[in-house]
């Protein structure tokens, strides 16, 4: 990031970029086993408190780097981002390391073979194919939404600048309130009801959105769209990790990221394609017909049972219905 900030070559921003990338792609799996680990019967709370960190940061640093870019140059920013990355950096290491002493260390397979075994047992795991099928498109429709939906409010609905800020923020807040409900539910009903609930009514709030001119609706519609999409992915994160043995959990993470990276690269590109030829609202019905099919993916994986706090079995198949 401070590379990034002091060259102009366009070729280092772009190796910059791709580097951060991966930083921000080794942080998540680890991070989400390690909430597993030292939260077994709370976990959907604790992922859910984990995605509220990143709305909070998403909805408080647009606003505050505007705030410094009224008196500094985007350059002298950079180091002021770094340093606070630094000591948040600095401290997460501190209270991780503290936290992960006070737990029971999980399972980890024993040697290079019964880890490559483990890996082909997941790979035929259909439940976890068909969750990370969901995951991956909840994330298409969160990217679709951040990539189109301000041109939509401005080029369509012709909103003002000012406003703009503002309804992106209504997204962000709503779901800032609803991924720690999301959270404590999925723990308490199970994730299954929590996740269809949200594709289910993210679905319809999208298709209202792009079939009618809502007027004075519209800001609601959009903090409806924020509250159920958000909601999706804590209770997603908990279905999956509940379905995963122990000792693969990491693997099985970083599984599901891959696919969500992957769907969030393709919704730019074919949603350009798409608003070029149709118009931006034709976007809007392809998000909301992939969370049709995410939601017909969801009725053929069974939910798991609450979490207790002796989670693991010593035959690698969780307490939670899921078969490792």
């Not at 397979?109 to 047992?121: E, F, I, K, M, T």
């Not at 199970?190 to 999208?206: C, E």
């Amino acid at each position: 990031f401070l590379i990034l900030g002091a060259t102009s070559h366009y070729a280092v921003m772009i190796a910059c970029l791709a580097l951060m990338g991966v930083a921000s792609f080794l942080w998540h799996p680890p991070a989400i086993t390690s909430i597993s680990e030292l939260y077994p019967a709370r976990r959907g709370y604790g992922l859910a408190v984990h995605e509220l960190g990143g709305n909070l940061g998403d909805t408080l640093m647009p606003p505050l780097t505007g705030a410094l870019l009224a008196v500094l140059t985007w350059r002298q920013v950079i180091p002021l981002t770094v340093a606070g990355g630094a000591v948040l950096g600095a401290l997460a290491l501190l209270v991780v390391r503290s936290a992960r002493r006070q737990a029971a260390a999980a399972p980890r397979p024993r040697s290079r073979g019964q880890y490559l075994a483990g890996v082909r047992q997941l790979a035929r795991n259909t439940h976890l194919l068909l969750l990370a099928l969901v995951s991956g498109i909840r994330s298409l429709t969160q990217h679709g939404l951040q990539t189109f939906l301000p041109l939509f409010l401005v080029n369509d609905l012709r909103v003002p600048t000012v406003a703009l800020g503002l309804y992106l923020a209504i997204v962000q807040i709503s779901g800032m309130i609803a991924t720690p409900i999301s959270g404590a539910l999925s723990d308490r009903i199970g994730p299954k009801r929590v996740a269809t609930t949200g594709m289910f009514s993210t679905t319809i709030v999208l298709l209202v959105f792009a079939a009618f001119d809502l007027g004075a609706a519209f800001v609601g519609a959009l903090a409806f769209v924020g509250f159920f999409m958000y909601s999706i992915r804590p209770a997603t994160f908990r279905w999956i990790i509940g379905m995963a043995p122990p000792e693969l959990e990491g693997t099985t993470i970083g599984a599901l990221f891959t696919t969500q990276a992957l769907f969030s690269t393709l919704i730019p590109i074919v949603g350009g394609l798409m608003a070029d030829r149709f118009g931006l609202l034709a976007v809007f019905y392809l998000i909301a017909l992939a969370l049709v099919a995410a939601n017909l993916l969801m009725l053929a994986v069974p939910d798991i049972r609450p979490a207790r706090p002796a989670a693991h079995t010593a035959a690698g198949v969780s307490d939670e219905g899921g078969k490792g």
